[in-house]
């Protein structure tokens, strides 16, 4: 599930359709009452929350799109915040169109014009011809290819347990960019509404509540997988060994890449992922990473040198709006 934008104003973004109208939505209380915000939750532990596993029917959306108004947060059932992503080749270039599917469905993304990022104040993107992503909440930036479609600074990526019926979020980014938005569409339960899938996704959080840049690396890389790809099956995830990283601007921290394997190929968008997330100390002393998360095993999967290419971009700033 992945959760989607805030209006500034406190009301509904007039850009979003009406959520009680469209199929898939739940309510959950406003981030900002009794529950930590989705996007600085703490990082879930590995065993993952209560409750028996969902079976998964064809073209289910695994991440979400939450919309942030005044009082509630909205849950779209159906999935990521667009993006374009590029093919993931070593050089960069997009690749051709999906051969295999995935598993997530797609939301509708912001347009350039809707992206607060731009304006005076905004990070520069260290890298020629790529784009500035940034998280103006925790003062993170990382650039991305040119063929990557970043979204608004409200807008919030997650995934849920099939089976919870408050599709309450395992973990979550917010401020992400998107690769190839619509790369995989499915109407598995045939009701005339196509789900479509990104390829790949990336973004930053705060990990509220976490003991170690170690745990936060491990299980947050792990739970993407199993979110968006694996489920109900956790032992179809697997987690390499915890590194050490450190990005160009210096930032140090641990890296952890998941993937699955063997994941039940029920639907046109069924396939494996993978994810790779990078925790660190931001320099308030707080918890925080980058995740990346996508399609694996397939003609345009995202290699694994374009996503420690796009992770060393990784770099604090102060927002203008910041005191």
């Known amino acids: 599930m992945w959760p989607g934008e805030q209006s500034?104003?406190?009301?509904p973004d007039p850009r979003q359709p009406n959520p009680y109208r469209q199929p898939g939505y739940q309510q959950q209380p406003h981030p900002g009452q009794q529950q930590p915000a989705p996007w600085n939750a703490p990082t879930v532990a590995s065993g993952g929350p209560a409750g028996g596993p969902a079976g998964r029917g064809p073209g289910d959306g695994r991440t979400k799109v939450v919309a942030i108004v005044a009082a509630t947060v909205v849950v779209v059932a159906a999935a990521v915040?667009?993006?374009v992503l590029l093919g993931g080749g070593e050089d960069d270039g997009a690749r051709p169109g999906p051969t295999a599917s995935s598993p997530s469905a797609s939301a509708p993304s912001a347009s350039p014009a809707d992206d607060p990022r731009g304006g005076d104040g905004a990070p520069k993107a260290t890298v020629e011809g790529w784009t500035v992503v940034a998280n103006p909440d925790h003062g993170?930036?990382?650039?991305?290819p040119a063929s990557w479609v970043p979204q608004s600074r409200d807008w919030v990526t997650y995934v849920a347990e099939d089976d919870d019926p408050d599709e309450k979020p395992l973990v979550a980014m917010k401020a992400p960019a998107v690769l190839k938005e619509k790369w995989c569409g499915?109407?598995?339960d045939r009701d005339g509404s196509v789900e479509y899938t990104p390829l790949a996704s990336a973004g930053?959080?705060?990990n509220n509540g976490a003991r170690s840049t170690e745990e936060i690396a491990r299980t947050d890389?792990?739970?993407?997988v199993y979110g968006a790809f694996a489920q109900p099956d956790r032992d179809k995830v697997s987690t390499g060994p915890v590194t050490p990283f450190t990005t160009d601007s210096g930032i140090e921290g641990s890296l952890a890449t998941s993937r699955s394997a063997g994941v039940a190929k029920k639907g046109k968008?069924?396939?494996?992922g993978k994810a790779t997330t990078f925790a660190f100390k931001s320099a308030d002393g707080d918890f925080v990473s980058w995740s990346f998360f996508g399609a694996a095993g397939v003609a345009d999967e995202v290699t694994d040198a374009t996503v420690r290419r796009i992770l060393a971009t990784v770099r604090e700033y102060t927002p203008s709006d910041r005191p």
């Open 8 to 11: 500034s104003t406190g009301g």
């Open 81 to 83: 915040t667009g993006a």
């Open 140 to 144: 993170l930036a990382f650039d991305v």
């Open 186 to 188: 499915s109407d598995g």
């Open 204 to 206: 930053t959080r705060g």
């Open 221 to 224: 890389s792990a739970t993407w």
């Open 269 to 272: 968008c069924d396939v494996n």
